[in-house]
C-alpha cells in the first residue's frame, strides 16, 4: 500500500523543509492544549511532549481511514538560553529582548519530533538540538531587522531561513533543525524505528512524482 | 547619503542566500574560470567599466576534505565514488569571496564551515543516486535530498551554499560603512527586497 507522510504541524517552514527536499507532503493540523504542566521539566523532554501531543491528535484521526499507509510526523522546536526557554515573542518589544538577550552569545534550538507508522501502530519520539552563535549585534542591526516584521511566529524572535542568517555567526548541529525539522534525524528515524527506505520508489512513495529538483539545468552550474 | 549597486558573480546557490538575507544585489553570469589568485584579477576585470558606485562580489566554494578536492562528478560512477569516500567523515566547504570596487581596494576573503556526514550504507548511496542529484561538488546537493545525510554542520552556514553572509556583511560595513540599518541601497532598508 502507498506510503503517505502526514505532516501535523501549521508550521509552513516544516513544510518547506520537506517539500524543498521533494518529499510529497500533506498537511493536516489540529488544535492541541501545548500547556504542559510537569514541574522542572527539561525542553527536551517538553519538545518532545509536544510533537507526542501533536502527532497522536493526527494519528487518531487518521486511524479508520485504511486507504493508505500514513506516516505521521510532528515536531516542536523551543529556544533555549541560560535554562530560559524562548518562545515566539508576543510583541515587538518581547521579541526586542529576546534579541539584545542573545547578541554575541550561544544559544541551543531543540526540536522534539514524533514519527508515527499507521499501519504498524508504532510511534517513537527523538529530539535534536543544535547550537547558534548569535553575532553581536548592534541596537540599529536590531531595529532593522524587527522593522521588517521577520521574527513574527518565530521561536527567539528571528528566523535563520530569512534574513535572520545575518545575525548568525556560526552553527553547531544540524542547520534544518534550527529552521524547524531536523531531516537528518528524521531518515535516520524512518530506517531504524519504521524500517522504511527514505529512497524507495523515486516517483511516488515518499517522493513528489517527476521532482523537478533533480540535476535541473539550475542545478548543473552550481558549484 | 551615497547608495551603492552590488553586482556579484557566484554560483546559483549562493544567489539564493543573497536573496534570502534581504540583499539587492544584480547577477553577474560570467564566471571566473579558476579559483585562488584569480579571483582578485577577475574581480578587478569585472569592476573596471562599471560606475562608479558598483561593488563588485565573487564568490568561488571548494569542498575539501584535507586530502583531496571534491569537484562535480561527471558519472554516476564517479559520484557513487565520491559518495564512498566522504561517508562517515567530516569534510570542509571553504569559499573565497573577492570584494571591492567603488574607491575600494579588493580583498580576499577565505570563509570555511565543516559537513559531518553520516556513514553511509550501499542501498543510501544507490537510492540518493537514483534521484540524478549528484551534479554538485562532492556529489550532493546540501539544499536537496544531500541534507538526509548532513549530520552536522560547524560554521556559518551560508558557505556551505556558497557565500558567506556573514564575512559580506562585516567586509561592507568596514569598508563603505554600510549596514542593514542604513540600508544605502543593498540591505534591508532602502533595498527593494525589503
Not at chain 2, 544584480?26 to 571566473?32: H, L, S, T
Not at chain 2, 564517479?78 to 575600494?104: F, N, P, Y
Amino acid at each position: 500500500m502507498e506510503l503517505k507522510i502526514v505532516l501535523a504541524s501549521n508550521s509552513p517552514r516544516r513544510r518547506e523543509i520537506m517539500e524543498s527536499l521533494g518529499f510529497d507532503v500533506e498537511v493536516i493540523a489540529g488544535n492541541v492544549d501545548e500547556n504542559i504542566e510537569e514541574e522542572g521539566i527539561s525542553p527536551e523532554l517538553l519538545v518532545q511532549e509536544l510533537a507526542l501531543l501533536k502527532g497522536r491528535a493526527i494519528a487518531q484521526k487518521l486511524h479508520n481511514d485504511d486507504s493508505r499507509n500514513y506516516l505521521v510526523v510532528a515536531a516542536d522546536t523551543v529556544v533555549v538560553y541560560n535554562n530560559e526557554i524562548f518562545g515566539k515573542p508576543q510583541s515587538r518589544a518581547d521579541a526586542e529582548r529576546m534579541l539584545k538577550t542573545l547578541s554575541g552569545k550561544k544559544h541551543s534550538v531543540i526540536t522534539g519530533m514524533a514519527v508515527w507508522a499507521l499501519d504498524s501502530g508504532k510511534g517513537c519520539s527523538v529530539y535534536e538540538k543544535t547550537d547558534v552563535y548569535f553575532k553581536k549585534l548592534s541596537d540599529e542591526t536590531i531595529q532593522a531587522y524587527l522593522d521588517t516584521e521577520e521574527y513574527k511566529d518565530k521561536a527567539g524572535g528571528y528566523g535563520i531561513q530569512g534574513k535572520g542568517i545575518c545575525l548568525v555567526e556560526k552553527i553547531d548541529g544540524d542547520y534544518y533543525n534550527v529552521v524547524g525539522l531536523p531531516v537528518s534525524k528524521f531518515h535516520e528515524v524512518l530506517y531504524e524505528e519504521h524500517r522504511t527506505n527514505v529512497f524507495h520508489g523515486k516517483n511516488g512513495g515518499l517522493w513528489k512524482k517527476n521532482d523537478e529538483r533533480k540535476n535541473t539545468p539550475r542545478n548543473k552550474d552550481s558549484v | 547619503m551615497e547608495n551603492y549597486r552590488l553586482l556579484v558573480s557566484a554560483n546559483a546557490a549562493a544567489f539564493d542566500v543573497l536573496t534570502q538575507a534581504g540583499v539587492n544585489f544584480e547577477k553577474c553570469d560570467v564566471r571566473p574560470a579558476a579559483n585562488g589568485d584569480a579571483l582578485k584579477s577577475f574581480a578587478e576585470e569585472m569592476a573596471k567599466d562599471e560606475d562608479k558606485n558598483v561593488i563588485t562580489v565573487v564568490a568561488e566554494k571548494e569542498i575539501s576534505d584535507g586530502k583531496r578536492v571534491y569537484g562535480i562528478p561527471e558519472t554516476r560512477e564517479e559520484a557513487k565514488e565520491m559518495l564512498c569516500d566522504i561517508s562517515g567523515g567530516t569534510h570542509s566547504h571553504i569559499v573565497r569571496m573577492c570584494i571591492g570596487g567603488a574607491g575600494q581596494p579588493f580583498e580576499v576573503i577565505t570563509a570555511e564551515a565543516q559537513v559531518s556526514f553520516k556513514k553511509l550504507n550501499e542501498w543510501e548511496i544507490d537510492g540518493y543516486l537514483n534521484f540524478d542529484e549528484y551534479k554538485f561538488p562532492a556529489a550532493y546537493d546540501p539544499a536537496g535530498k544531500g541534507a538526509l545525510f548532513m549530520r552536522k554542520i560547524q560554521g556559518d552556514f551560508s558557505v556551505i551554499k556558497g557565500l558567506p553572509i556573514v564575512a559580506l556583511m562585516e567586509a561592507l560595513e568596514r569598508k563603505y560603512g554600510i549596514t542593514p540599518a542604513n540600508g544605502k541601497n543593498i540591505w534591508w532598508k532602502g533595498s527593494n527586497k525589503e
